[in-house]
């Protein structure tokens, strides 16, 4: 199995460090050529979400990884990933991906005086690390959306079919169980 | 109460979600609005670009509180605003007015040419400018959570942010390839404490994020940084004293995420307009990255 990391711009080395710890082989997407390469799933690191998306497109790989997310490829996302898997963002006309039905709130804690560490339950798994940088939440799920995770009433973890996606940063800690999860769902389905 | 080092932690976290990007320094909230549409990961809030700066000449200082607020107000990514080396009650201003990060910077005039801000005070993040290794650990151990290079503000000229980030990466390698019993020496050389010393001989980088900063102005100098190991870029005056900012600065972004990419940058470096003019290192009159060492 190789896992893509979309590498174009945020913490993409964080998750490469943890797939390398766990064995996963992986490959970075920068640009349009590397799709063509092989790959079974994705991860959509933190980072900027308008400059992933602006650069998603300029590269020209908007339309293909949308297309292939739509089609059930495994997707880990985390932070800035989550706005791009998001159907609706709060206060914006448009979403990106509009693969994973429901609304986020971008910056959602505020400015990064309002950045935390905390330790909380994500479902299936117990208690993990959760480090949110001016992180999102998820503000409204559809029905058919599993919720995996709430911290203050806030949901930031959820799932929905093939797609994980979580309001913090798994990558910053050393806890790798939230990358296992997802990689023993993926050889449960293969 | 939160532990002082879970603050440190999450801000220099902040710092790795702006890796593989480019911060711009905007001086009016279209500004902001151009830097975030054309994939800015940050902008820097200033009255004035470095090169406005050199030119008018005279005291320069933190930027008006209200200007900051607007840019705040135009954007959703990261604002960051300047504060003179060692003038902590600017510092505490921006801190009030909850910017992202604090660059204590030597862009500014020094307000004090002995002491450093304690940034360890501090729950924002703060970035230094560095020329070398014991600037930046000296910074770190003072608090910042992020490094760039100092280069030469406001000059378009790429020499010195290459010096800079060259010192650097020949002072880690050195570092790395000491014996153990060499670090003590080494951080007593570079004036800091042993264990930042230890942290580079064992992970040869440094703790913090390191961007480049001072010079550039063009896509190949991104690109060029870049390949000598910064992880990302901070552009001053590179994009709003050239011809077209928007074409400039989208490009900008494209050659640091694909830096290794020649025939790429070559197609994003076509049609620029106009660079800014710069100014040559022998021209220069005021040597910035002289201020807070």
Known sequence: ?190 | MEKVTERYELNKQLAQMLKGGVIMDVTTPEQAKIAEAAGACAVMALERIPADIRAAGGVSRMSDPKLIKKIQDAVSIPVMAKCRIGHFAEAQILEALEIDYIDESEVLSPADDIYHINKRDFKVPFVCGAKDLGEALRRINEGASMIRTKGEPGTGDIIQAVRHMRKMNSEIARIGSMRKDELYEAAKQLQVPYNLVEYVHENLRLPVVNFAAGGVATPADASLMMQLGAEGVFVGSGIFKSGNPEKRASAIVQAVTNYTDASLIAKLSEDLGEAMVGINEQEIQLIMAERGI
Do not use: W
């Open chain 1, 1 to 190: 199995m190789t896992v893509a990391v979309l590498a174009l711009q945020g913490a993409f080395i964080e998750h490469e460090q943890v797939l390398n710890h766990l064995g996963v082989e992986h490959i970075e997407l920068r640009q349009a050529s590397d799709l063509k390469k092989t790959f079974d799933a994705l991860i959509l690191p933190g980072g900027e979400s308008t400059v992933q998306s602006l650069l998603l497109h300029e590269q020209n790989m908007f339309e293909p990884l949308k297309k292939r997310i739509e089609d059930g490829m495994p997707v880990l996302a985390t932070c800035a990933g989550l706005i791009l898997l998001a159907s609706e963002i709060e206060g914006q006309e448009t979403s990106h991906f509009a693969t994973l039905p429901v609304k986020v709130r971008r910056n959602a804690y505020g400015r990064q005086l309002g950045s935390f560490h905390t330790e909380s339950e994500v479902k299936g798994i117990g208690k993990v690390p959760m480090t949110f940088i001016r992180a999102p939440y998820v503000s409204e799920t559809s029905p058919d959306v599993e919720v995996l995770a709430v911290v203050d009433n806030k949901i930031v973890g959820v799932r929905y079919n093939s797609q994980f996606a979580y309001a913090f940063h798994p990558e910053l800690d050393d806890n790798t169980q939230i990358h296992e999860l997802f990689l023993r769902s993926i050889s449960a389905k293969s």
